[in-house]
């Protein structure tokens, strides 16, 4: 390498020096900060601390090098093979990997696997539940079958000077084998997958008339919920109008639609077991997605485009309390997209209760549109006779 | 110096050659240089330190999961106003896992892979002396290089860099009002990538044209080693997918500055309406993830072709179903193509392209598993070197198969709706295309230093190496799984909030303490890997009896690379332990008429005469079919 020409005594010296005073003035200013803030008082000492500490593992691992280097040479002049056959350790190592390594797939799919969501809560859940389990069998299997090849393959067959590997450049038949049994379970999995998938987010239009219409806005870092009222629909919205009528228009609702003055605020999602609820998101900024594990249901917010998600909760909030036997169980909806800084805070309760609670509970909720978003709005109309034009710039205040 | 690749060799060329190569400068040698091997080093060496800069930046964001609540005042003295009182920003955590992930995609596994082994090996491998372009090659790596500094440069930004994700999907990354990340830092990020990507194209065009044009006497494609074909078939999926990032990158500023609607509509922000109306988000997902698939196969292809050769190499063994490797990595270039929708089965695509979707990419799961078998295959049977190169690459395999299966769970759709942007995802992609990905370059770095460098490395801090890190990955990554099953969503700055998600506080803990041994174990490499470039041992030409052509060029590595004339290629890259050969390995450059006694049937292609002189000596030698000989 003529690298090396540059690498002689002077330039790696002005090297040390270069990195020494830097290294001092970065001390200098890491000190300067400490004086100013005795909070940060025993931070030198900490760090050169932890760096000793790493130090004197790097000289063991140096001591246990040049052991091993004397052994081997000693070895060698001793007119035996070179010391340490390294290739059997590794095999030995392999086949070690592979115990300890099963033994904790084990032991992760036990107890990590005991912390996992709880059965699904809603009727398509359930689908996505059994196929999921397929899906891990099936997984598992050729996990654990192929690892056990690999390893053990790795371990029996490491180099012997006099053996000589088996020429074995193909072998077609096997090679269709194991083309074809995997292209046959994917095309079940495949279908399989389709058709719950299609179940999911094919839904008829009667169907979606029927259902429980609930319109989620989703802003950073909250949501919004808006349940349709008695007549079942919500109302228009239009982003031009969020804050007008004085402020009071938190969602921009189009107050000159009718549907709108029946349509609920809630502070809670409550939902009525084995009834369908379809959900109508939307947002008012950035992405966000309405995220509610437990019921397997998701689906991105998304600004200027409606999204949907009709399902069925079956497993009432008290019911799953005693499943999980934690009495602090609650069903929870949160955001699963990258939002900004508080996208790690977006919590809203989500409760499932019998149709007679749901009933009662509906009934006393609040309006959306409150007394004084309709005196604003009758105002802001009286203008509108006033100056038709500047209407729009009014509402859009 | 010569500044033009010489394509055919003669001796009148070759002593221009050397002539000019007294006149090289510490400039035109060591920093624009348009040797292959000098680009292919630069690119290596800026790959690994950004590496190990992505690395540090996921030590710090996995502390802050591990410890939420606590203050680290060294945080504060390294890092300023972006860890106020010892604990990281919640805005900076999303740059840092903005940045970790998007210099690991693209600058190390895409640039610090494709980069260094193509640039290395079709030149050595095809037998030509140069790249077809040396002087795009050369502004190829300036290219990269001012993307990586720029990207750097974000750090020292007051709004930081930029935090919207790797993926940067707008609207968060459109507004500058939605988070300081998507200010200043985020405009120099997609500058950033559009100097990548012509960076990445320009090599692109350089890596398929030589391998299409240079390639020596002898070397048709079916000759070609496996790591040949994966760089020519990446570089393929590299030019045609780049493009479309830069459209959709190039829009995206158009957005930002200029006031244009393409991905913006009825936002309402700040307290003000946007005027912006009829554009959708959802169109930028089409447009990175039209880039974004492929590239992931981008980053593992090169692995997988690295692979095949050290284990073909250290198993003493050819390569189990050459053709087949061939055609499923085709496969997988071509399939790759129509699968992006499966990132997106959530976002409001229509729910029908989405069962579509889902479709494409459960098929390329069945190219993926045979090249698995035959790597398993390869394996069966052999007389295995555990050279770190081959641990690396055993590795590699273990990784894409773990994490190739839970592919299967996230591309079906229906399980995709509660496993979408949850740590599930997390674990899948850092180990099939992250650890795995890792893990074929690492093995490349170990099998061609002797090429690079001239040097070898040490051999037992490499096993140290290994293994540590192999089970680092494990500890960090497998649990993951079960948070992600838990409902544990992605870029969560703290589980502080949840309490369903506080319960795995433990198990963040313990992963970040396996991710500080793994980042430890990198010492190890960093130190051999440096150390050995000076003070290594001198490598001999061949020091893994390896049949491929690089083996056949000399220790000092010259301009031109062949000191006389280029070899001939005679046979296929993996004639390991052939029956009837007395050494395991023959090396491409050996003609049939030097084997005679090991030749078989198929080797001669249908050349009759070259059979009928292959019978007549048969007859002669008494030759038994020698393959019972070797059982």
């Not at chain 1, 030198?44 to 091993?68: E, P, R, S």
């Not at chain 2, 479709?359 to 069966?380: G, H, R």
């Not at chain 2, 229906?414 to 099939?432: K, R």
């Amino acid at each position: 390498m003529d690298i090396k020409k540059y690498m002689n005594k002077k330039s790696l010296l002005s090297l040390f020096a270069i990195v020494g005073l830097s290294l001092q003035q970065v001390m200098a200013q890491a000190a300067g900060v400490a004086e100013g803030v005795d909070k940060n008082a025993g931070l030198g000492m900490m760090v050169t601390y932890y760096l000793l500490m790493f130090l004197v593992v790097c000289v063991f691992i140096g001591i246990v090098g040049k052991v091993l280097q004397v052994y081997e040479l000693t070895k060698q002049i001793q007119g035996k093979k070179n010391g340490i056959a390294w290739d059997k350790v590794n095999g030995v190592f392999f086949a070690i990997a592979l115990v300890v390594g099963l033994y904790g797939a084990y032991w992760s799919y036990t107890v990590q696997g005991a912390q996992i969501l709880p059965e699904a809560g809603s009727e398509h859940g359930s689908k996505i539940d059994s196929m999921f389990n397929v899906t891990l069998i099936i997984t598992t299997i050729v996990f654990v079958i192929t690892h056990i090849l690999l390893f053990l393959f790795a371990y029996k067959y490491n180099y012997k000077k006099k053996r000589k590997a088996y020429f074995y450049p193909h072998n077609n038949t096997i090679e269709k084998y194991w083309t074809i049994i995997p292209a046959i379970v994917l095309t079940v999995l495949v279908l399989l997958g389709f058709f719950t998938w299609r179940g999911i987010t094919n839904v008829s239009k009667d169907q979606m008339a029927s259902a429980i219409q609930i319109d989620v806005t989703a802003h950073q870092f909250a949501w919004e919920v808006r349940y349709a009222g008695k007549d079942n629909e919500n109302g228009r919205k239009n982003y031009k109008l969020i804050g007008s009528l004085n402020g009071l228009n938190n969602l921009g609702l189009d107050l000159s639609d009718k549907k709108n003055y029946d349509d609920l605020r809630v502070t809670e999602i409550v939902l009525p077991v084995n009834k369908s609820v379809r959900f109508t998101l939307g947002s008012q900024d950035v992405l966000h997605s309405f995220y509610m594990p437990h019921f397997r249901v998701q689906m991105n917010c998304v600004p200027g485009m409606a999204t949907y998600f009709q399902f069925k909760p079956t497993v009432t909030t008290a019911e799953m309390r005693e499943k999980t036997n934690d009495p602090n169980f609650n069903y929870l909806l949160y955001c699963a997209k990258i939002c900004g800084g508080s996208h790690y805070n977006m919590k809203f309760a989500v409760r499932v209760v019998s149709e007679k609670e749901y009933e009662s509970w509906f009934k006393e909720q609040k309006l959306y549109v409150t007394d004084d978003m309709k005196k604003e709005y009758q105002l802001a109309m009286k203008d509108n006779v006033v100056a038709n034009d500047k209407n729009k710039i009014a509402l859009n205040n | 110096m010569s500044t033009i690749a010489i394509p055919n060799s003669t001796a009148m060329h070759h002593d221009d050659h050397s002539h000019a190569h007294h006149k090289e400068t510490f400039i035109t040698k060591y920093i624009f240089s348009q040797d292959h091997k000098m680009i292919a080093k630069q690119f290596l060496i800026t790959g690994i330190i950004m590496g190990v800069i992505a690395m540090g930046l996921s030590i710090l964001f996995r502390i802050q999961l591990a410890y939420p609540d606590q203050s680290f005042p060294l945080l504060e003295v390294l890092l300023g106003k972006f860890a106020p009182e010892g604990r990281l920003d919640p805005n900076f955590y999303l740059s840092l896992v903005t940045i970790h992930g998007t210099i690991m995609v693209f600058f190390v596994l895409t640039a610090g892979l494709s980069g260094t082994f193509s640039n290395l090996l079709i030149p050595l491998q095809l037998g030509a002396r140069d790249m077809a372009s040396p002087f795009m090659n050369m502004l190829s790596y300036w290219f990269f290089f001012s993307a990586c500094m720029l990207m750097l440069s974000t750090f020292f930004i007051e709004s930081g860099p930029a935090g919207a994700g790797w993926t940067i999907y707008p609207p968060l990354s459109a507004l500058p009002k939605a988070m300081p990340g998507s200010g200043l830092g985020m405009t120099f990020w997609l500058i950033s990538m559009v100097l990548f990507v012509a960076s990445s194209l320009m090599g692109g065009i350089n890596y398929v044209s030589t391998v299409l044009n240079m390639r020596t006497k002898g070397m048709d494609l079916w000759k070609m080693p496996l790591t040949i074909w994966a760089f020519f078939l990446t570089a393929i999926l590299g030019i045609l997918s780049f493009p479309v990032l830069v459209a959709g990158v190039v829009l995206l500023i158009f957005d930002r500055s200029f006031g244009t609607s393409f991905y913006l509509s009825d936002i309402y922000i700040a307290g003000q309406a946007q005027a912006n109306e009829g554009g959708s988000p959802i169109l930028w997902q089409h447009l990175f993830w039209f880039l974004g698939h492929p590239e992931v196969y981008i980053v593992i292809m090169p692995a997988l072709g690295i692979s095949s050769e050290v284990i073909a190499t250290n198993s003493r063994k050819p390569i189990f179903g050459y053709h087949a490797m061939v055609y499923s990595l085709i496969g997988i270039t071509v399939l790759s193509f129509i699968v992006w929708g499966h990132h997106m089965f959530v976002t409001g695509m229509n729910p029908f392209i989405g069962g579509v979707f889902m479709i494409t990419t459960l098929i390329i799961a069945v190219p993926s598993a045979v090249k698995t078998f035959n790597y398993l295959a390869t394996l069966w049977r052999g007389n295995i070197r555990f050279t770190p190169a081959m641990l690396f690459a055993i590795g590699l395999v273990s990784f894409f198969i773990s994490g190739g299966l839970t592919g299967i769970f996230l591309g079906n759709a229906a399980l995709d709706i509660n496993l979408h942007d949850t740590y599930f995802v997390v674990a899948h992609f850092h180990l099939v295309m992250g650890s795995a990905a890792i893990f074929g370059m690492l093995a490349g770095i170990y099998h061609w230093f002797p090429k690079m460098f001239g040097k070898m490395m040490n051999a037992k801090l490499g096993y140290l190496h290994f293994w540590l890190t192999f089970a680092a990955a494990y500890l960090v990554f497998f649990p993951m799984h079960f948070m992600g099953l838990d409902g544990v969503p992605r870029r969560y700055y703290a589980f502080t909030e949840f309490e369903s998600m506080s319960r795995w506080l433990s198990v963040n803990k313990f992963i970040t303490w396996a991710a500080i041994l793994g980042a430890t174990a990198q010492v190890a490499f960093l130190y051999n890997f440096f150390s050995s470039i000076f003070f290594g041992k001198k490598a001999t030409q061949n020091p893994w009896d390896s049949n491929t052509l690089e083996w056949t060029t000399p220790v000092e590595h010259l301009h031109g690379n062949w000191p006389g004339e280029i070899p001939t290629v005679y046979r296929w890259p993996y004639d390991y332990s052939k029956p009837g050969h007395e050494e395991d390995f023959i090396p491409q450059t050996t003609p049939l008429s030097e084997t005679m006694s090991s030749n078989l049937p198929h080797d001669f292609e249908g050349n009759e005469e070259a059979e009928r002189i292959q019978e007549k000596w048969n007859v002669e030698h008494h030759n038994i079919n020698s393959t019972e000989e070797v059982k």
